[in-house]
């Protein structure tokens, strides 16, 4: 069988393309199952389309049989869109991540999807695979209704009378350490860009890799959705996170290296460890960041040493509100302001650069816990301050509130974006005007500083790239009508 794994990435005003760890991970389950014949289609850095993909598959007589597509809520209806070209062509489509997680009769409605993957999905698309290929169900035919694929966890099909069925979940993989490694040989990895252009300048060739060392989160923010990797940690042993590390730089030149777990430092005994581990490997020779926000109760100044005696440059963190009741009773972060004073410390004595994430329009916001947020991101002052409107995701309590009690603003999933300059929702007393305003004030405060301008100014990607810096200034100030003159 001839697969395709697709990633319906769009291209957003962030110039920033990561590669898609989802899909090196099922691509490498696949392999290691004896499906050689795999194809990775990325569309945040690929130049033609999936369409044209199958076409010229089809023109060499080749045709892909199975076109997976994975995608999380904003680009919903781009994989809806990818499915349909790939159903014209004759191909069995499948398809998962965390918006089908969540909502998977939504997409089992449409013509266009055969099967839907809920949950962990690399030994779930093995045994779909199994089943079709033993099963007496043409791979080119326009439906899959094999009775056999009642047997397969956490997916969603029809059956020969067309109705759709949604067998029992999969639960979660407890042995993380014998998932095969992402196929990562089949990324054009040289039209990726290194991980944070904003403060490292853009290069849009880096050799920039990402890694998950662990999944799942079992801490309860109301925006957080966890569909996918759940609410149980499960860290990879520091054995195997080497193994993939000393591949990525020996066998793979990686320039840089992203560690993308929702909590990688939640075992901190772990995580001192591995960092041991890369610094007794010789591995610090390629810098690293961490890409989320780490936990703040689960750091301490050893850490932050070990790391940047590791090789890391950055480290981020999810400061979220600066009032107290929100951030608590209402976000429900496990965290206190001091243990957030302290990890920010803490990080600049080991000589790391430090990243805050800072969410605007939470319920029972009010003007005077919004300025208190920009006033805590002040304080803190770090290297990189990411703004972030709340956007009210599919199967988070923040959705089911605003359901309940508020009015959401699109019923568009590729409105959802947390990028966004614009209020999803209203609820209470909390306008959406007053979001925007407060969240470009954020904007302003914190970047327009004397400091700021000076820092940007000596950066030569801010001259190279002047036309895209100007674009992103003009919209974090102005806002969406800016953005639109700028296109």
Same mark, same amino acid.
């Given at each position: 069988?001839?697969?395709?794994?697709?990633?319906?990435?769009?291209?957003?005003?962030?110039?920033?393309?990561?590669?898609?760890?989802?899909?090196?991970?099922?691509?490498?389950?696949?392999?290691?199952?004896?499906?050689?014949?795999?194809?990775?289609?990325?569309?945040?850095?690929?130049?033609?389309?999936?369409?044209?993909?199958?076409?010229?598959?089809?023109?060499?007589?080749?045709?892909?049989?199975?076109?997976?597509?994975?995608?999380? %809520?904003? +680009?919903?209806?781009?994989?809806?869109?990818?499915?349909?070209? /790939?159903? $014209?062509?004759?191909?069995? #489509?499948?398809? *998962?991540?965390?918006?089908?997680?969540?909502?998977?009769?939504?997409?089992?409605?449409?013509?266009?999807?055969?099967?839907?993957?809920?949950?962990?999905?690399?030994?779930?698309?093995?045994?779909?695979?199994?089943?079709l290929e033993q099963s007496t169900v043409d791979s080119r035919q326009s439906t899959v209704n094999s009775e056999q694929l009642k047997n397969?966890?956490?997916?969603?099909?029809?059956?020969?009378?067309?109705?759709?069925?949604?067998?029992?979940?999969?639960?979660?993989r407890p042995d993380v350490d014998n998932i095969p490694l992402p196929a990562y040989h089949l990324f054009k990895i040289e039209r990726y %860009?290194? +991980?944070?252009?904003?403060?490292?300048?853009?290069?849009?060739? /880096?050799? $920039?890799?990402?890694?998950? #060392?662990?999944? *799942?989160?079992?801490?309860?923010?109301?925006?957080?959705?966890?569909?996918?990797?759940?609410?149980?940690?499960?860290?990879?042993?520091?054995?195997?996170?080497?193994?993939?590390?000393?591949?990525?730089?020996?066998?793979?030149?990686?320039?840089?290296?992203?560690?993308?777990?929702?909590?990688?430092?939640?075992?901190?005994?772990?995580?001192?460890?591995?960092?041991?581990?890369?610094?007794?490997?010789?591995?610090?020779?390629?810098?690293?960041?961490?890409?989320?926000?780490?936990?703040?109760?689960?750091?301490?100044?050893?850490?932050?040493?070990?790391?940047?005696?590791?090789?890391?440059?950055?480290?981020?963190?999810?400061?979220?509100?600066?009032?107290?009741?929100?951030?608590?009773?209402?976000?429900?972060?496990?965290?206190?302001?001091?243990?957030?004073?302290?990890?920010?410390?803490?990080?600049?004595?080991?000589?790391?650069?430090?990243?805050?994430?800072?969410?605007?329009?939470?319920?029972?916001?009010?003007?005077?816990?919004?300025?208190?947020?920009?006033?805590?991101?002040?304080?803190?002052?770090?290297?990189?301050?990411?703004?972030?409107?709340?956007?009210?995701?599919?199967?988070?309590?923040?959705?089911?509130?605003?359901?309940?009690?508020?009015?959401?603003?699109?019923?568009?999933?590729?409105?959802?974006?947390?990028?966004?300059?614009?209020?999803?929702?209203?609820?209470?007393?909390?306008?959406?005007?007053?979001?925007?305003?407060?969240?470009?004030?954020?904007?302003?405060?914190?970047?327009?500083?004397?400091?700021?301008?000076?820092?940007?100014?000596?950066?030569?990607?801010?001259?190279?790239?002047?036309?895209?810096?100007?674009?992103?200034?003009?919209?974090?100030?102005?806002?969406?009508?800016?953005?639109?003159?700028?296109?």
């Amino acid at each position: 069988m001839r697969i395709l794994l697709v990633s319906p990435e769009s291209k957003v005003w962030n110039s920033r393309a990561h590669l898609h760890n989802g899909l090196g991970y099922l691509a490498g389950s696949l392999l290691a199952n004896g499906y050689t014949d795999v194809t990775l289609h990325d569309g945040a850095v690929e130049d033609i389309s999936v369409a044209q993909v199958l076409d010229n598959a089809i023109a060499d007589k080749r045709p892909y049989d199975i076109v997976g597509i994975s995608a999380p %809520t904003v +680009l919903i209806e781009n994989a809806w869109a990818a499915a349909s070209e /790939a159903k $014209a062509r004759g191909a069995i #489509t499948i398809l *998962g991540g965390p918006h089908l997680t969540l909502q998977p009769d939504e997409s089992m409605q449409k013509t266009e999807v055969d099967l839907v993957v809920r949950g962990e999905g690399e030994s779930a698309i093995v045994e779909i695979l199994r089943v079709l290929e033993q099963s007496t169900v043409d791979s080119r035919q326009s439906t899959v209704n094999s009775e056999q694929l009642k047997n397969i966890l956490g997916l969603s099909w029809r059956d020969s009378n067309g109705k759709v069925q949604h067998n029992l979940d999969r639960p979660l993989r407890p042995d993380v350490d014998n998932i095969p490694l992402p196929a990562y040989h089949l990324f054009k990895i040289e039209r990726y %860009t290194n +991980l944070q252009p904003l403060t490292d300048g853009l290069d849009p060739h /880096a050799r $920039a890799y990402t890694i998950v #060392t662990s999944r *799942g989160c079992p801490y309860k923010c109301i925006y957080c959705s966890k569909p996918i990797t759940g609410d149980t940690w499960r860290g990879r042993s520091v054995e195997n996170v080497v193994k993939e590390w000393r591949m990525l730089v020996k066998d793979f030149h990686a320039t840089e290296i992203g560690v993308t777990d929702d909590i990688w430092n939640l075992d901190m005994k772990r995580a001192k460890d591995l960092c041991r581990a890369i610094i007794a490997e010789g591995l610090n020779t390629v810098p690293w960041v961490t890409v989320h926000g780490m936990k703040v109760n689960h750091t301490d100044l050893e850490l932050f040493q070990l790391m940047k005696a590791a090789g890391c440059k950055r480290v981020g963190f999810g400061v979220e509100n600066g009032d107290e009741y929100i951030l608590k009773r209402v976000i429900k972060k496990s965290q206190t302001f001091d243990q957030v004073r302290a990890a920010f410390k803490n990080a600049r004595n080991a000589k790391l650069q430090t990243m805050g994430f800072f969410i605007f329009g939470m319920p029972q916001e009010t003007e005077a816990t919004m300025e208190k947020t920009i006033r805590l991101a002040l304080e803190l002052d770090p290297d990189l301050a990411h703004f972030m409107i709340a956007a009210p995701y599919p199967g988070t309590e923040l959705w089911k509130l605003v359901e309940k009690e508020g009015i959401l603003f699109s019923h568009n999933w590729d409105d959802y974006a947390i990028q966004a300059d614009k209020a999803h929702f209203q609820i209470g007393d909390l306008t959406a005007e007053l979001v925007e305003r407060k969240w470009h004030e954020a904007n302003r405060r914190f970047f327009l500083r004397p400091s700021r301008i000076a820092r940007r100014l000596m950066m030569a990607d801010t001259w190279r790239n002047l036309p895209r810096r100007i674009q992103d200034v003009r919209r974090v100030m102005m806002g969406s009508k800016a953005k639109q003159g700028a296109h």
